[in-house]
């Protein structure tokens, strides 16, 4: 189990971003892109991949990017963000 910085835990907690809360998703990010540059120049693990995201009551489904920035050493998540893209649902 990864460790959340404050910020992913705030979100989290906030219930703006309930998917950081699957594992599953976050391994499936991982295997489904390259890994690619830290945005912010640093040495962590970063991914930005094509996804979804149902809502709770499973009748929206929204299309959009994920992205997640993890430590170097994988332990814990930096960032962890779903971006819808406009005009999909």
């Known amino acids: 189990m990864w460790k ?8 989290n907690e906030n219930g703006s971003r309930p ?5 599953l998703t976050m391994e499936e990010i991982i295997d489904s892109g390259p890994l ?23 009748d929206v489904i929204s299309y959009g990017i994920y ?3 993890i430590s170097p050493d994988g ?3 930096w960032h962890f963000l779903f971006k819808q893209k406009e005009g999909k649902r």
């Open 75 to 77: 332990t814990t998540i």
């Open 36 to 58: 690619g540059a830290d945005p912010l120049g640093g040495d962590g693990l970063y991914w930005k991949v094509d996804g979804g995201f149902m809502t709770a009551t499973k």
């Open 4 to 11: 959340k910085l404050r910020a992913c835990i705030w979100h």
């Open 67 to 69: 992205e997640l920035l």
């Open 19 to 23: 998917y950081q809360d699957s594992t």
